[in-house]
């Protein structure tokens, strides 16, 4: 049943299409080998492609969720929460700026269904945020100046300017191994403290804020919860205690951007390796011709240009340069000039060895004429002394039969 082909009218799958009885049946039929290898490819290639988007797809879709996790931390309580979004991250300068959109929970909310919560939403009282201690409001909501609605339809008209503001932070200054954060790309991370404290407009009632989150973030960096936790603070005088919400979240890059540049990293050194293999054959003998130092040349140009693919594209002076990009150049530049002076020493001497050839095939070619001249002397030579002998008009020998 395993080697049965497929019947007619239907699509073969790209397995079936990769065993070994389907090719011998098509063999059988129509398609060559090369065929075979060229369906075999483009179907797994269409499987990594397939197995790739899934997974960015799964990832995507637990967003969805998002709704849970912000019910599960308002956990039935009454306040104000706030969604972040990480627009714009400048490593060098160690900030990076953050849309918050700004959420009532519980009896402070006006309208549920926000991200698919079921206790978040807009808020229904105008709030102040205040932003690591500032003294000026980094952020209002005035449910009065927010909400509008269709005239024809009475549904509410979202504008989001209208609940969201910008703020921006700095990440904490640390050191890898007394290096710069950057020098551990693509693994560097970088770690962002906050604090958020919440204000009823007008007034200095504190409103609690129940959680802060941030969904996404752009740049190809990922953002991953470390704290989240009410936090307390005395006023200058020390008459009052004065609450907010602290959290920590540490920036990582994304796993696509690390895989894409270790790719990029074991391409470089392989081409290295591939240009220090010709350097060694060269050195034990195999003959070359000079077209190959065409390929030594290429990754010469290849490799700087690869490494200016990586993700972000930092300046160099990191761990992988330390470790690739540098030895890399070094070690394809020292081979590409042995293989210049090997072929240029080779040419040379080729050419020393045909011109020493052309001097033993022409000393060969003197000796044989002379050989042949020397043959051709001796050979007239016996002929004469042949001839001298079987002469009828020799007197001697008449002279001899006289007598």
Same mark, same amino acid.
């Given at each position: 049943?395993?080697?049965?082909?497929?019947?007619?009218?239907?699509?073969?799958?790209?397995?079936?299409?990769?065993?070994?009885?389907?090719?011998?049946?098509?063999?059988?039929?129509?398609?060559?080998?090369?065929?075979?290898?060229?369906?075999?490819?483009?179907?797994?290639?269409?499987?990594?492609?397939?197995?790739?988007?899934?997974?960015?797809?799964?990832?995507?879709?637990?967003?969805?969720?998002?709704?849970?996790?912000?019910?599960?931390?308002?956990?039935?309580?009454?306040?104000?929460?706030? *969604?972040?979004?990480?627009?714009?991250?400048?490593?060098?300068?160690?900030?990076?700026?953050?849309?918050?959109?700004?959420?009532?929970?519980?009896?402070?909310? *006006?309208?549920?269904?926000?991200?698919?919560?079921?206790?978040?939403?807009?808020?229904?009282?105008?709030?102040?945020?205040?932003?690591?201690? =500032?003294?000026?409001?980094?952020?209002?909501?005035?449910?009065?100046?927010?909400?509008?609605?269709?005239?024809?339809?009475?549904?509410?008209?979202?504008?989001? =300017?209208?609940?969201?503001?910008?703020?921006?932070?700095?990440?904490?200054?640390?050191?890898?191994?007394?290096?710069?954060?950057?020098?551990?790309?693509?693994?560097?991370?970088?770690?962002?403290?906050?604090?958020?404290?919440?204000?009823?407009?007008?007034?200095?009632?504190?409103?609690?804020?129940?959680?802060?989150?941030?969904?996404?973030?752009?740049?190809?960096?990922?953002?991953?919860?470390?704290?989240?936790?009410?936090?307390?603070?005395?006023?200058?005088?020390?008459?009052?205690?004065?609450?907010?919400?602290?959290?920590?979240?540490?920036?990582?890059?994304?796993? *696509?951007?690390?895989?894409?540049?270790?790719?990029?990293?074991?391409?470089?050194?392989?081409?290295?390796?591939?240009?220090?293999?010709?350097?060694?054959?060269?050195?034990?003998?195999?003959?070359?011709?000079?077209?190959?130092?065409?390929?030594?040349?290429?990754?010469?140009?290849?490799?700087?240009?690869?490494?200016?693919?990586?993700?972000?594209?930092?300046?160099?002076?990191?761990?992988?340069?330390?470790?690739?990009?540098?030895?890399?150049?070094?070690?394809?530049?020292? =081979?590409?000039?042995?293989?210049?002076?090997?072929?240029? *020493?080779?040419?040379?001497?080729?050419?020393?060895?045909?011109?020493?050839?052309?001097?033993?095939?022409?000393?060969?070619?003197?000796?044989?004429?002379?050989?042949?001249?020397?043959?051709?002397?001796?050979?007239?030579?016996?002929?004469?002394?042949?001839?001298?002998?079987?002469?009828?008009?020799?007197?001697?020998?008449?002279?001899?039969?006289?007598?």
């Amino acid at each position: 049943m395993s080697g049965r082909a497929p019947a007619l009218g239907t699509v073969p799958s790209p397995m079936m299409l990769c065993r070994p009885s389907f090719f011998s049946c098509c063999g059988r039929r129509t398609y060559s080998r090369r065929t075979r290898v060229f369906f075999c490819t483009v179907a797994s290639t269409l499987l990594l492609c397939g197995a790739f988007t899934t997974i960015f797809l799964v990832s995507g879709v637990r967003r969805i969720y998002i709704g849970k996790t912000f019910d599960a931390a308002a956990s039935g309580k009454d306040g104000v929460a706030l *969604l972040g979004h990480a627009y714009n991250i400048d490593v060098t300068a160690r900030q990076v700026q953050i849309s918050w959109l700004m959420l009532g929970c519980g009896r402070l909310a *006006l309208f549920t269904g926000s991200y698919h919560s079921k206790t978040c939403g807009r808020a229904n009282v105008a709030i102040d945020f205040y932003a690591d201690g =500032a003294t000026n409001a980094s952020g209002m909501f005035d449910p009065a100046a927010s909400l509008w609605f269709d005239n024809k339809t009475t549904v509410e008209f979202y504008v989001q =300017a209208s609940v969201e503001f910008q703020t921006e932070h700095l990440f904490q200054l640390n050191s890898w191994h007394n290096q710069d954060q950057q020098f551990a790309y693509p693994f560097d991370t970088y770690t962002l403290d906050t604090v958020f404290q919440a204000f009823r407009s007008g007034t200095n009632v504190s409103v609690p804020i129940l959680f802060l989150r941030i969904s996404d973030a752009t740049s190809s960096f990922q953002p991953i919860l470390i704290q989240d936790a009410d936090v307390r603070t005395r006023s200058i005088n020390g008459s009052q205690i004065i609450h907010g919400r602290g959290v920590q979240y540490s920036f990582q890059r994304i796993a *696509l951007s690390q895989v894409f540049v270790v790719v990029l990293f074991v391409v470089n050194w392989l081409l290295t390796a591939v240009v220090l293999y010709i350097a060694v054959s060269a050195y034990d003998g195999v003959p070359m011709s000079d077209g190959i130092l065409i390929l030594p040349v290429s990754v010469i140009l290849t490799i700087p240009a690869l490494r200016a693919l990586w993700v972000g594209a930092p300046s160099f002076g990191l761990l992988l340069d330390a470790c690739g990009t540098f030895l890399q150049m070094v070690v394809v530049s020292l =081979a590409s000039l042995y293989l210049v002076v090997n072929v240029g *020493l080779r040419r040379k001497k080729a050419a020393q060895q045909e011109r020493d050839a052309q001097a033993v095939a022409a000393a060969a070619a003197r000796v044989e004429l002379d050989v042949e001249k020397e043959a051709e002397t001796a050979a007239l030579s016996l002929l004469e002394h042949q001839h001298s002998d079987t002469n009828p008009n020799d007197t001697s020998t008449v002279g001899i039969v006289n007598t």
